[in-house]
């Protein structure tokens, strides 16, 4: 069975910093790409950043140069460093990876549970 878990959010000033992590376990090969989302109160769902397996990056405009997605394959972790946080960052963070079980020859996405991100003004 495959888990993800996030950890690493807060509270934190507008300004601040946090350091997400996410960790994929559970049977199976490579992870192929990985993402981070958020979802504010009252707001859909929506893609922060994916990284692809080779280090590749891609960001929504609103994070560009205040969020770096990073990973380390060996420990099939995904990170999601925030600098510069604005109220506006204020959500539930989650992430996905897409991977292949080893009980299946299909390509599934796994999600985590999410962790919360308050940032205050």
């Known amino acids: 069975q495959v888990q993800l878990v996030e950890s690493g959010g807060g509270l934190v000033q507008a300004g601040g910093s946090l350091r997400l992590s996410c960790v994929a376990s559970g049977r199976f090969d490579n992870i192929y790409h990985m993402e981070w989302h958020r979802r504010a109160p009252g707001k859909q769902r929506e893609l922060v950043a994916r990284i692809a397996r080779g280090g590749r990056t891609k960001y929504a405009e609103f994070v560009k140069g205040r969020f770096t997605c990073s990973r380390d394959n060996a420990k099939n972790t995904v990170y999601l460093q925030m600098d510069n946080l604005k109220p506006e960052d204020t959500a539930v963070y989650y992430c996905?990876?897409?991977?292949?079980?080893?009980?299946?020859?299909?390509?599934?996405?796994?999600w985590g549970q999410g962790t919360q991100v308050t940032v205050s003004s």
């Open positions: 996905n990876a897409a991977l292949v079980p080893d009980d299946s020859s299909y390509q599934y996405t796994y």
